[in-house]
């Protein structure tokens, strides 16, 4: 135990710990929990699986307590909570690292996320150790202000067209060229520059040029009371180089190419901000519910779960939730990117955002707001910063060396040349906020363009991942197949033609619930076949059911029931075919045989051989059916495949090619998959609408049941690399010709400030072409659109 210590220094903090079960269990956890200095008492109790631990807060805190905790071999469980705020003036990744380490400073605070996307922090914390006003007093002291929730403003722009980037872009390019031109020609080669030096006394430009470059110095005065260097930092240095030598012209120049910079970068990440502003424009504010035997619009914050809401034809859907009334056509393009509306009615499953083009429904709620689907979709996609490509983090770390280097360059130039005009170029030319940009801004296109239709991915490292696999694993049941079996085959035995096998097999089925039954009485329905009556069902578990059709006695099953059904020549053909057989007896007589097999989805051939096309080498199917199915399936798919596996089968085989250097992409249906999604590389999850597990599990989420979202996914990440590295090149090639031309006095400083503000430009105008992606497979094959009602049913059961 540590020395005591003064009553009114200590504070008492009980928090539960997992994983002891025994005496010895509580020894090490207190022995662990003691042995932290400022601890003066800590007690742990098995029983009800707590800690108890006095403490000083001035020495210790909740973090040291998890460390200890954890190395002991145990796990600590804060009473944590957790805050979102929306930040205002960050307008680079830069700010965001700012804002970031100041939450972070705080005792207490266990992670710190700052979104420069969604313009928000969200910091989990300690609130015995740290409160809310303390973290809006870090936001503000570095620099940047807390937004209430009332005066954020949401997005209005409800389409976006490669003109409304580029018309803009052009438009800066013009004035920064215009500019310039009008300074070296009437400037510098007509010599008002001179002039106008002669003519204004050095007191009144150096007035001007403070007054104008006012807002941009007192930030980086602020910036270095914090000990912080921004990317205007240098740049300030070289104005005051250009007053020292006393070109106050210059500097003035600079100053009016600093504001341009500026208005730039803004530009820049509102644009980079667009996609996710759209999703959440998309989101209804309002709802209409049943209320005292009437209707009144709330605010969306007023819905309960369990309230009735109403929608009327036209309106957006504001709810996730089953419909207790009405019929309509929905179009749910907002959570699956499909444009083909589904019909709904009684029993059906909905989410918020969608639209009831057609029809009105009575919603019992089920989730609101952010638990909604869609709203899980634009939290992953806000979240998706977080997950950053390996190659945005070595840009971020380059950065962080980055304006240190140039101040190294400018101060050789200055000892080297004496040239105090070469050095502020020097100081103005470097582009710190482009290089930071050159990565995040095209991931942001990419998630939020490929969100939009209805292809979730979780941040821009699992797209870097995603260019390079090599390796790609299938689910079959439910992902490759519709995951329903369908009747393929009908043979009669005896004088009964197929369709009155089909007729007497669907009418014995009539009031089974078995898969196979469901099956058979589609097919008759399909064929447009009358049942007959059924008496004396009886369903025999394992084997199949007996009933009594129109006065004779008929058995359907498999070859437990019916053994001599495995006689006939046709059924060793089907069952090498790996399909499922149904026998049909009359009478103790076999008068009949159904195939039956869980049909591949139509999209699958073309999209794996897309798959391949985009550079993946190995192509195997994982299934726990039997050797025959998946012989027959993988065969007819041209891939490799692996049959009776179990769930830990499939993680092993991850392991194994992970284990020899491939990359591995598994696709799965996103439940029964789940520990083999989340242990691949990537995990595609498909047709996860309305699906928790899904979504948490996989890397990556399909949100309807489309084929061709797999290879377009490919697609993307191929895209997007190809744009990131394209930004890295130009940026990084931009800056060493910029700072070798400034350091041989080849670019003098007023060409430098213009030179700087243009990259920006350039990796907005390159990264914005993927924010037009091409169709992400909107229009439904027939096993899509047969597999989209099912895939609400199940989401409402």
Not at 761 to 780: D, H, M, T, Y
């Amino acid at each position: 135990m540590n020395d005591l210590l003064p009553p009114e220094s200590c504070q008492l903090m009980e928090f539960s710990v997992r994983g002891m079960d025994c005496t010895e269990c509580t020894q090490h956890v207190q022995h662990a929990l003691s042995a932290l200095p400022g601890v003066q008492e800590a007690q742990v109790y098995l029983s009800s699986e707590k800690a108890v631990v006095r403490y000083d807060p001035t020495v210790v805190n909740t973090s040291a307590f998890c460390k200890a905790v954890e190395g002991a071999g145990y796990t600590l469980e804060l009473p944590l909570r957790t805050v979102e705020m929306k930040i205002a003036g960050m307008d680079c990744t830069e700010c965001t690292e700012h804002v970031q380490h100041a939450l972070a400073a705080h005792p207490g605070v266990v992670s710190a996320q700052v979104y420069l996307s969604s313009e928000k922090a969200v910091v989990q914390y300690d609130p015995t150790q740290v409160t809310l006003p303390a973290f809006h007093q870090a936001i503000e002291g570095a620099g940047y202000s807390i937004v209430s929730e009332g005066a954020v403003q949401e997005g209005t722009s409800a389409s976006s067209t490669l003109g409304s980037f580029t018309r803009p872009i052009l438009t800066l390019f013009a004035l920064v060229f215009g500019v310039v031109l009008l300074v070296v020609i009437a400037g510098e080669w007509l010599g008002w520059m001179e002039r106008i030096t002669d003519l204004v006394p050095w007191y009144v430009g150096w007035a001007l040029v403070l007054l104008a470059g006012a807002p941009i110095f007192w930030n980086v005065i602020k910036a270095a009371l914090r000990r912080q260097v921004i990317s205007h930092t240098l740049m300030s240095l070289g104005v005051l180089a250009a007053l020292v030598v006393g070109q106050w012209t210059t500097a003035a120049v600079v100053v009016f190419f600093m504001h341009i910079g500026n208005f730039a970068e803004n530009f820049t990440t509102e644009r980079s901000r667009l996609a996710l502003k759209h999703l959440t424009s998309m989101a209804p504010k309002t709802a209409r519910l049943e209320r005292e035997g009437g209707e009144m619009e709330l605010p969306l914050s007023e819905v309960q779960q369990g309230d009735i809401v109403i929608v009327r034809p036209g309106e957006a859907i504001p709810v996730d939730g089953v419909v207790m009334s009405g019929q309509a056509t929905v179009n749910q393009a907002a959570i699956t990117g499909e444009s083909m509306p589904i019909e709904v009615e009684q029993g059906h499953h909905v989410f918020a955002a969608t639209i009831a083009t057609l029809g009105s429904l009575r919603i019992q709620t089920r989730q609101v707001g952010t638990e909604t689907t869609f709203g899980r979709v634009i939290k992953m996609v806000e979240e998706a910063e977080a997950h950053r490509a390996d190659v945005q983090r070595l840009a971020d770390r380059f950065s962080a060396y980055f304006l240190p280097l140039v101040a190294t360059i400018a101060a050789l130039t200055f000892l080297i040349s004496r040239n105090p005009l070469a050095t502020a170029s020097v100081l103005v030319v470097a582009c710190s906020c482009s290089l930071a940009l050159a990565t995040p801004v095209a991931m942001l296109a990419s998630i939020g363009a490929a969100a939009k239709c209805g292809l979730l991915i979780k941040g821009g490292k699992y797209l870097e991942v995603l260019a390079r696999a090599d390796v790609l694993l299938l689910d079959k049941t439910g992902t490759v197949t519709i995951g329903q079996p369908q009747i393929t085959d009908i043979v009669a035995v005896g004088p009964l033609t197929a369709s009155e096998v089909l007729q007497l097999a669907a009418s014995a089925e009539r009031y089974s619930e078995h898969p196979l039954a469901e099956a058979v009485r589609a097919k008759a329905a399909e064929e447009q076949i009358i049942l007959l009556p059924t008496e004396h069902f009886e369903a025999i578990p394992g084997q199949g059911i007996r009933a009594r059709v129109s006065g004779s006695a008929l058995s359907v099953g498999n070859a437990r029931l019916i053994p001599s059904g495995l006689d006939f020549a046709e059924a060793t053909r089907l069952e090498a075919q790996g399909k499922t057989l149904l026998f049909l007896e009359q009478n103790g007589v076999l008068v009949g045989l159904l195939g039956a097999s869980d049909t591949v989805r139509p999209e699958v051939p073309e999209a794996l051989a897309e798959v391949k096309r985009q550079g993946v080498k190995r192509i195997e199917l994982l299934t726990g059916d039997n050797e025959r199915v998946a012989s027959a399936l993988a065969h007819q798919l041209g891939i490799g495949y692996q049959a009776n596996l179990l769930p830990e089968d499939k993680i092993r085989l991850v392991k194994e090619y992970q284990a020899k250097g491939h990359t591995v992409v598994m696709v799965g249906d996103g439940v029964n998959d789940a520990p083999a999604l989340a242990q691949a590389d990537i995990g595609m999850a498909m047709g996860v609408a309305g699906t928790d597990v899904a979504m948490d599990a996989a890397h990556m989420a399909l949100m309807r049941n489309d084929w061709r979202l797999v290879p377009e996914a490919f697609a993307i990440a191929h895209r997007t690399m190809r744009v990131v590295k394209m930004n890295i090149g130009f940026t990084a090639l931009y800056n060493l010709v910029g700072l070798s031309l400034a350091a041989f006095g080849i670019l003098p400083p007023i060409l430098a400030a213009a030179a700087q503000s243009l990259p920006d430009l350039g990796i907005l105008a390159n990264s914005s072409r993927l924010l037009r992606q091409k169709s992400l497979a909107r229009v439904p094959t027939q096993g899509a659109a047969k597999s989209a009602r099912p895939q609400a049913e199940r989401s409402a059961r």
